[in-house]
């Protein structure tokens, strides 16, 4: 037998290998530690984690949707417990909320989104109020571009203005309210809404 000499092993776990040498004289032993990491799965990720309103009154009813790829199962904090690994799942948003999802394939990773509330006032009843909230689709475009105003829902009356002394909507038709109306922006521009609900103006 060779004095010198040399094997190939697969290892998958952290093992201790111990050599046993002897001659006539005796014998003696040495041992080599092989260690192994637990590496991350790279290929699990949260593809989308969304909200389809990060703006609203408190109480409002808030959908929540997300997408992994590889994880092996998921939850979101507060208040939620496990979910499925894509799916999506409806919740009343009481106050400025930070939902979390978490992923896990033995390896975790996290992402959240945030949703921001505004008080109905008035001591009650505030969901029956009139909502103020006009969102824009891009804040930055170029001239003759177009971008989308969001209707507010739970309106009577409600008018759109520019700051340049045009008014760019105005209806009472029900029809017309949580709607989308589109605008071509030839200069910078700022559009104000009046929301009415009853006797009640929001500015």
Request: glycine content about 8%.
């Amino acid at each position: 037998m060779a004095d010198d000499g040399s094997i190939v092993v697969s290892v998958s776990n952290t093992i201790t290998y111990t050599l046993t040498v002897s001659n006539a004289q005796g014998s003696d032993t040495c041992t080599a530690k092989i260690t192994v990491d637990d590496e991350p799965n790279d290929d699990m990720r949260c593809d989308s984690f969304t909200a389809d309103d990060y703006n609203g009154r408190e109480n409002d009813r808030v959908t929540l949707t997300w997408k992994t790829t590889g994880a092996t199962s998921a939850s979101i904090s507060p208040d939620i417990g496990s979910v499925p690994v894509d799916g999506s799942t409806s919740v009343v948003v009481e106050h400025d909320t930070t939902y979390t999802l978490t992923i896990s394939d033995g390896s975790t990773s996290k992402t959240s989104v945030s949703i921001d509330t505004e008080s109905g006032g008035g001591g009650g009843g505030g969901s029956s109020s009139s909502r103020c909230d006009l969102d824009i689709s891009d804040k930055k475009v170029k001239a003759g571009e177009k971008v989308t105003l969001a209707i507010p829902s739970r309106t009577n009356e409600i008018e759109i203005e520019d700051n340049h002394g045009k008014t760019i909507f105005e209806s009472d038709d029900d029809d017309y309210m949580d709607g989308e109306i589109d605008v071509i922006v030839y200069k910078d521009t700022e559009f104000r809404l009046i929301a009415e609900k009853g006797s009640k103006k929001n500015l």
